[in-house]
């Protein structure tokens, strides 16, 4: 018995087994979970990249909702799903109206709340709902994408068959974070333009003009677009633009607007003697410690199409340069936070603003700013190749949108200086070969009721300016002579971008 207790001879199998069973076991621990893992940060990246590309998309719910899909994590979707044994449900998209999400207003009454103008809550779901494919434009202002996936496990089948894993993701509508922007806006200041505008407008009492509507739609984009980096309290001082260009640029500039107008006018000249030929883009009667800006018709250089150009078309040396009258400029605002334009110290700001000069009078006050004085006619092609030229030669900035918005009526014919029978022609194609450049092009067609005056006269007013436009979505219409603060400031908001923001699972304002 002593003898057989002291032996050392048997068998390790049933000890090598058993260990195999535990190592297995953490074995699958390991790789199943891991693989749970992955999918889970696969799905999460899914949802989000989804949401992010519907909140572009929005107030188009219907556009919005197929882009969800469409960049969901389910199989032949542009983030789907990959791995061994993973499969995504299809998503569920759902139009909210959130407290912290762009434009959002209290309700009143009832306490629904408005986003922007839906107190009925008829396009929107308020609390959440789930809702259907939806048609058509929704006043919601976020959407929420959540979808669930299935991870089928391999080493811990023996324990469990499968692990469900869910994310969640929401995305507020544009009207958030903005790209860094050059943004070149072409103001039609010809004769029509003098034509009375119905709206009203702050700051003249009565019978303001067309100009003075679109010089107030301008006046919100630039209330609109940022300065500087939100972080600032300040954006500090501007530094005036170099080549003689108006206009100056804070030292971190993230928005930088310029001005265009037609007809053609000439560059800064240094004095400031009027005749009744100039077009002014400061006061009559200014007080001699900053002279009146004086800007007169120059020798008018014609505009020729030519896709063939060096560098796509876009000329190479500054051949139009009579259609600039501020250069791109960041000076508008003191911060992000202070909506309040530099009335007295932007170029910017003067050209499209009234109401600060002492004896320049003007129907209900004082008058400065833009005025309509017709001349050269109505010849667009130049001031886009002209904008365009700009936004080439900009200093180069990390990530920035190039942009035109275009304002006129889009009745366009010739020069009296030189012969060109199709304008709108000439138009359209400039504003081709700048789209081909990467430009962005919004159109807004402002009482766009008359025809071109091309050849073929077979090209309506507001034809041409939709085929200016880069696509559907950067058309806007304002059909009636009225205010044009609406169209600029949707402007304001398609130039930047849709962002996520926490999920919100009570209604408003609870979050």
Known sequence: MRRRLRGEQ????????????????????????GRVWVAQKQLQGAVDSAAL???????????????????SGLSGDNNQLTGYQVSAASPNVTFECLSHAPNY?????????????????????????????????????????????????????????????????????????????????????????????????????????????????????????????STLTTCGAATTNTGGQLGGNVSAPVDEVGLEVFPAISGNPPSPAATTTDREIDCTNYPSSKPAFKVTYPTYTPYTFSATKANGGIPTSDEYSGYEAVGLSSDYRPSVSNTTLNATTSNLVEAVNWGQCPGATYPGGNYYGLKDIGGQGSYLAGAITEAQYLLTQAPARQGVTNAIIVLSDGELN???????????????????????????????????????????????????????????????????????????????????????IPDCTQAPPAC
Not at 53 to 71: C, E, F, I, M, R
């Open 53 to 71: 590309v519907a909140g572009q998309d929005l107030p188009n719910s219907s556009t919005a909702y197929t882009q969800a899909v469409n960049y």
């Open 414 to 500: 010739q020069p009296s200086t030189f012969t060109d029978n199709n304008p709108c022609q000439s138009a359209i194609n400039a504003a081709t070969q700048a789209k081909a450049a990467g430009t962005v092009i919004y159109s807004i067609a402002y009482n766009s009721s008359g025809n071109c005056e091309d050849t073929s006269k077979t090209i309506s007013a507001l034809s041409a300016m939709q085929q200016i436009a880069s696509n559907s979505e950067t058309f806007f219409n304002q059909p009636s002579a009225g205010s044009l603060t609406s169209a600029f400031q949707q402007v304001g908001e398609d130039l930047t971008d849709s962002r996520l």
């Open 10 to 33: 048997g068998q390790a199998l049933p000890m090598v087994a058993l260990a195999m069973v535990a190592l297995i076991a953490f074995a699958g621990l390991v790789i199943d979970i």
């Open 105 to 229: 207003t209290a309700g009143t009454g009832s306490g629904l709340p408005t986003c922007p103008t839906d107190s009925a809550s008829k396009n929107c779901q308020p609390t959440g709902a789930s809702a259907p494919q939806p048609t058509g434009i929704t006043t919601c202002n976020a959407v929420n994408v959540k979808q669930t996936a299935t991870v089928t496990t391999t080493f811990l089948g023996l324990f469990r068959h499968s692990f469900t894993i869910t994310a969640s993701s929401t995305a507020a509508a544009r009207g958030g974070v903005p790209h860094p922007l050059n943004v070149e806006v072409i103001l039609d200041t010809t004769q029509s333009m003098t034509d009375s505008c119905s709206s009203s407008v702050t700051g003249i009492s009565s019978n303001p003009q067309k100009l003075d509507c679109a010089k107030a739609g301008m006046r919100a984009l630039l209330q609109a677009l940022w300065p500087c980096n």
